[in-house]
């Protein structure tokens, strides 16, 4: 190949580099967990979808009676309380396990709540 004034020929300065690839920024152990948690501190949101919550009710339901119906109220009831008291429970259990000096919760921390 011929270099012309438009096209030189290539020469080793040219050549592309193989560069590593850039690594993946990884954040310190329990940052991420920390920021999720302040995210749902300030959301309104229900933490539980809605349909598969009252599809559990419903099947629930099904084993005292067969014709069971709920107002849409009486859901949102549950829901709440359900939400709130498995809140409420895993704020004891981590309670528990910094109580241990330990940063993971066992099962015997939600056993003592």
Same mark, same amino acid.
């Given at each position: 190949m011929q270099a012309t004034q438009d096209h030189p020929e290539p020469t080793a300065a040219m050549a592309p580099v193989a560069d590593k690839p @850039?690594?993946?920024y990884r954040f310190k152990p329990g940052t991420v967990s920390l920021r999720e948690i302040k995210k749902h %501190? @300030? /959301?309104? !949101?229900h933490l539980i979808q809605r349909k598969p919550f009252y599809r559990l009710v419903k099947e629930i339901a099904q084993q005292y009676s067969s014709d069971?119906? +709920?107002q849409q109220v009486a859901? %949102? =009831? #549950?829901?709440?309380?359900a939400e709130s008291?498995? !809140? %409420?429970? +895993? =704020?004891? /259990? %981590?309670a528990n396990a910094i109580h241990a000096g330990r940063k993971t919760i #066992?099962?015997?921390?939600g056993q003592k709540s």
């Open positions: @850039k690594k993946k %501190q @300030k /959301s309104t !949101t069971c119906k +709920f859901m %949102q =009831a #549950l829901q709440d309380d008291y498995i !809140t %409420q429970y +895993f =704020a004891r /259990s %981590q #066992l099962v015997m921390d």
